[in-house]
């Protein structure tokens, strides 16, 4: 079959089944090659390779996978781009669709059961008001997981990469640095996409620490402590802290952990590293 990478292809299959995109799933399908192939070489995908795909919409970058791996298993929420599924990969014996929402999903058991426990590596066009709990809930669930490249809006992008001290340091920033390297590999204008969205995007490898780079005792505490310091950025990070409902530590023991670390008890959360946060962390638990 031609591949569904061509505009002309994409337009002729979505025209054969009277597809009407949905908001509500966020479907935006690529058609450019070039992207494509980026996505495939940055996720370095090999015929050893277990890969799970989320979101394929019509299969256009299923296609290039199955071509490249051992097996894929493409996870679909909408119901109506399965029957479309099963056309445009009727020539690939090494791929299986799922018709499920993706967090309700079991991955961990997938790869157990696809990949004996071994890692997997995830690929995904991702929805954009989706996101962050999909990414996050791979990482938070353990699952086992050699890299996951994924296109996402290029801010989301920006924010998953950026370092202390820049408008874009978040909390996203920290939990997604706290399991894994981040490294932005392509910029995608709008005009890469069907129908176009209105932002840019951009592909985005996110490659698993084997061990991780930041050791501390309660990661959950570290991660309530970020939120806090950053739901009001121009406040302090004591006062953040200070005024967070989860958190219940006093202000003479968030200056106390502050000045044994060297700190200044006027200082900000984005001025934070990830190692910082850790060792607060460890000291306001004690």
């Known amino acids: 079959m031609e591949k569904l990478s061509s505009p002309k292809k994409t337009i002729e299959i979505i025209q054969k089944y009277n597809f009407d995109f949905q ?3 966020g479907q935006n399908f690529l058609i450019d090659s070039h992207v494509l192939e980026k996505i495939i070489d940055a ?10 795909e989320i979101g394929p919409g019509i299969g256009t970058m299923t296609q290039y996978l199955s ?15 399965i029957p479309i599924l099963k056309e445009t990969l009727a020539g690939y014996d090494n791929v299986e669709v799922l018709n499920e929402d993706i967090l309700k999903v079991d991955i961990g058991k997938i790869a157990e059961k696809k990949n ?9 066009n991702l929805p954009y008001y989706i996101t962050t709990p999909i ?8 699952v086992p997981m050699n890299s996951l490249t994924v296109m996402v809006q290029k801010e989301v992008a920006q924010r998953m990469q950026a370092g202390p001290g ?13 399991y894994a390297e981040p490294y932005i590999v392509a ?14 995007s951009a592909v985005i490898r996110l490659t698993r620490y084997k061990d991780m780079p930041v050791k501390v005792k309660n990661e959950q505490l570290m991660f309530s402590i970020i939120r806090a310091s950053f739901n009001q950025r121009r406040k302090t990070l004591q006062n953040g802290i200070n005024n967070s409902s989860t958190l219940h530590f006093s202000k003479e023991q968030v200056v106390d952990a502050l000045d044994k670390m060297g700190l200044s008890p006027k200082i900000r959360g ?7 946060f850790a060792r607060l962390s460890d000291l306001l638990e004690g």
Request: hydrophobic share 45%; proline share 6%; charged share 25%.
């Open 116 to 124: 004996q426990g071994r890692p997997i590596k995830v690929v995904a």
């Open 270 to 276: 984005e001025a934070l590293s990830l190692e910082q």
């Open 166 to 178: 820049t408008k874009d340091y978040g909390a996203l920033s920290l939990a997604v640095q706290f």
């Open 67 to 81: 071509e490249h791996a051992r097996e894929v298993m493409a996870v679909e929420i909408d119901h109506n781009l």
């Open 135 to 142: 990414i996050m809930g791979l990482f938070e669930k353990n």
């Open 23 to 25: 908001k509500k799933f």
């Open 43 to 52: 996720a370095n995908i090999t015929e050893d390779d277990f890969v799970l």
């Open 187 to 200: 910029n995608v204008p709008p005009n890469c996409f069907m129908p176009r969205p209105k932002v840019g």
